[in-house]
């Protein structure tokens, strides 16, 4: 996959990467309160919020 379109998913741009080393993760608050969810701290709590989250969704946007 080439460093373009790494943030492709589904035919779809999700995200738009400004340099290859940079991790951050954006969420939207208010879907995440209505889902009842907290930002993860940790890889394994990305994981778990990111299928929580996705339930119903699976083809939205999201990779983890």
Not at 7 to 31: D, P, R, W
Not at 48 to 57: F, I
Request: with cysteine; proline share 2%.
């Amino acid at each position: 996959m080439s460093y373009r379109n790494a943030g492709n998913a589904y035919g779809k741009t999700c995200t738009i990467a400004f340099t290859k080393s940079s991790q951050v993760l954006f969420y939207n608050k208010t879907q995440f309160e209505k889902l009842g969810l907290q930002p993860s701290r940790t890889w394994n709590e990305l994981v778990t919020v990111s299928k929580k989250a996705g339930r119903g969704h699976e083809k939205a946007c999201h990779r983890v």
